[in-house]
Structures are given as structure tokens and as C-alpha cells.
């Protein structure tokens, strides 16, 4: 019997033999995961997963080996993310059900968090959501930048470096290119803080995330793994601010 591992490396070089052959709009591994994740939405049971277990398999590493590269791409503008690893910035393909009403075992996307401590620390970083349109999180693929429910020590803290530097966070965001996040604001503004009106919008967000879509055209090229670092590198100063409010928080509860 062929040895697993040989059994992967065999049809990885397959695949890719196959996409060298002919003219695609992705590059090539590219096109190889969103083709998976597309037959993966339409056939989201476990039956149709083990029957392309060995496909996934050459999926996922194609996958790590951008994510090793994007890793390397922003410790280079971002010392904080020295160190890390795949596994520190990745998430398994299986879902959690327990307490969902949607039952399907498995993610149909790929989504890597870059940050400083890995993806549990609680701190800003790098996001990169691969999807299609119409899966799970229905918008497709997207770049983002801050962090998501943050714990309301961090959540305080945040909001009183907005009190002092509102002006500065803006400024941060504009040189980002992305855009705010408001999808989960509230209706009004927390009270307790003095900011000018202009500004209130930015306290009245449960978590600081910017993001960026993007669709199939930004894989076509093979540096997409480049430019995506390049797109995170402009927002390393919206981290940086974010990061300063969530450490002093931190040293604070210790």
C-alpha cells in the first residue's frame, strides 16, 4: 500500500500537472480551492468529504504554504508577528453544530487570522476570508484588519483610545483604504465619553474591524499572496493603535 503522505504529494502533482496544461483564469492553486470549496458547498456532508479526503488534504497544504509565505510577507513591516506559525493563524475545516440550527460539518471557506500572539490572544491583526459568493458568509472573499469580540475590558479601553486620539484612528483608516465595519454598532452612543459628534460613530462600534472585499480577479495573478501583504501593510498603523489600547488593557487586568 502507497503511504498516505506519498498518496497526497502524488495527486498534488497531479493537480497542479493538470493547471499547467491549460489556461486558467487563477493561479493555479488557487483555482484548485476554490473549486474544492465550490463542490464543498454543494455537497456539504460527510459522506462526499471522505470520499475527497485525499483532495482536501492536497487543498490544505496548498493553503498553508500561502498562508507560511503571508506570515513571513508581514513580520517583514510587522516585528509583532515574528515567530508565528500556520497552525497559530489557521482554523480547522470542521464546524462546531452544537448550538447551531445549521448542521452542515463543514466550513465552506478558508480563513486565516495573523496576530500578534496567535489567533486566541485577543490582540488586532490580519484577516484573510477565501469564499465564494453565496457561502456561508455570503459576501465572497475579503481582506480585514482590527479584531472581533473583544472582551469589555478591551472593548472600554478601545473605546477611551478613541476618546483621546478619535482624530488619529481616522486618520488610520482613510490610509488604509479599507472601510469600517458598522454592521454590529449600536444605535447610540455609550455614554461616559466626550468626543466631538463627528467621532461618535466610532464609539458606538462593539469591535474595531476593517475590511476590503475581494473576488476571483485578485488570485489570478500568482503574486497575490504579495499584494494581499501589501493591502495589510497599510493598515498596520490602524493595528498598531488598536494594539497599544489592547496591551495597556491587558497589563491592567494582570
Known amino acids: 500500500e502507497v503511504p498516505r503522505l506519498q498518496r497526497v504529494n502524488s495527486l498534488c502533482l497531479l493537480t497542479a500537472s493538470r493547471n499547467s496544461e491549460k489556461a486558467t483564469e487563477l493561479s493555479d492553486d488557487m483555482k484548485e480551492i476554490l473549486d474544492f470549496l465550490s ?3 454543494d455537497n456539504n456532508n460527510r459522506e462526499w468529504f471522505e470520499a475527497n479526503k485525499e483532495r482536501y488534504r492536497c487543498v490544505l497544504k496548498q493553503h498553508q504554504t500561502n498562508v507560511e509565505r503571508l506570515i513571513e510577507l508581514i513580520a517583514a513591516f510587522d516585528s509583532s508577528i515574528e515567530g508565528l506559525k500556520v497552525a497559530d493563524c489557521t482554523y480547522r475545516i470542521y464546524r462546531d453544530t452544537r448550538f447551531s440550527k445549521d448542521k452542515t460539518p463543514y466550513k465552506d471557506f478558508m480563513s486565516t487570522f495573523i496576530v500578534r500572539g496567535g489567533k486566541r490572544s485577543g490582540y488586532g491583526g490580519y484577516y484573510l476570508h477565501i469564499s465564494l459568493k453565496g457561502h456561508t458568509w455570503g459576501e465572497g472573499s475579503f481582506l480585514a484588519a482590527g479584531n472581533v469580540c473583544p472582551e469589555p475590558y478591551i472593548l472600554q479601553s478601545l473605546r477611551e483610545e478613541i476618546e483621546d486620539n478619535a482624530a488619529l484612528m481616522v486618520e488610520n483608516i482613510e490610509r488604509s483604504g479599507f472601510t469600517m465595519e458598522c454592521s454590529n454598532a449600536l444605535k447610540r452612543t455609550p455614554r461616559g465619553f466626550n468626543v466631538a459628534p463627528e467621532y461618535e460613530y466610532l ?50 487586568m494582570a
Open 39 to 41: 463542490e464543498l458547498h
Open 203 to 252: 464609539l458606538r462600534q462593539r469591535e474595531l474591524c476593517l475590511s476590503k472585499s475581494i473576488d476571483d480577479t485578485w488570485f489570478m495573478q500568482d503574486d497575490w499572496v504579495e499584494r494581499t501583504a501589501a493591502m495589510f501593510e497599510r493598515c498596520k498603523p490602524f493595528i498598531e493603535q488598536m494594539n497599544r489600547a489592547i496591551e495597556y488593557a491587558k497589563e491592567e
